[in-house]
């Protein structure tokens, strides 16, 4: 798949829950959920964001340590996840991701991205029956 700059969702596709997880997301659906989310980190759209995701979803990113002090690395709950990442966007308010590429699995995508300091990053998504998040993990380049 070519370099892509993600475009905004219209109302309709934000966040859909049309997510089949029984089997491999297709292509258009991995590709709609990736523009979505991209958008939604970009907007700053804290509750946009969190959208995507189950209440009691767990998150796993190197980031967490340093931000949320949380020694694991690992954080569970939107409401312990949004705190996490308002303090990220207050950090970084200038955040702005490019999606590069998707890649799409059963019940999971990745989502492979360039962060605004030109960074690489990758962020595997797990998807429960209603088409929600219920599991991620983030990875970055140096």
Avoid at 7 to 13: G, L
Avoid at 24 to 52: G, K, P
Wanted: with cysteine.
């Amino acid at each position: 798949m070519p370099n892509r700059i993600a475009r905004a969702a219209k109302p309709e596709q934000r966040c859909s829950s049309s997510i089949e997880t029984r089997q491999m997301l297709t292509r258009v659906q991995a590709e709609q959920f990736a523009d979505e989310w991209i958008a939604a980190w970009n907007s700053h759209d804290l509750a946009r964001v969190l959208a995507h995701y189950a209440e009691d979803f767990e998150l796993s990113s190197p980031f967490i340590v340093s931000i949320a002090g949380e020694s694991s690395g690992r954080l569970r709950g939107k409401h312990a996840i949004a705190a996490y990442w308002s303090q990220a966007l207050a950090r970084i308010p200038d955040l702005e991701f490019t999606l590069i590429t998707v890649f799409r699995g059963v019940r999971s995508i990745v989502l492979q991205y360039r962060m605004q300091d030109g960074r690489g990053a990758a962020e595997w998504l797990e998807f429960g029956d209603d088409g929600k998040v219920t599991r991620s993990a983030a990875q970055y380049s140096d």
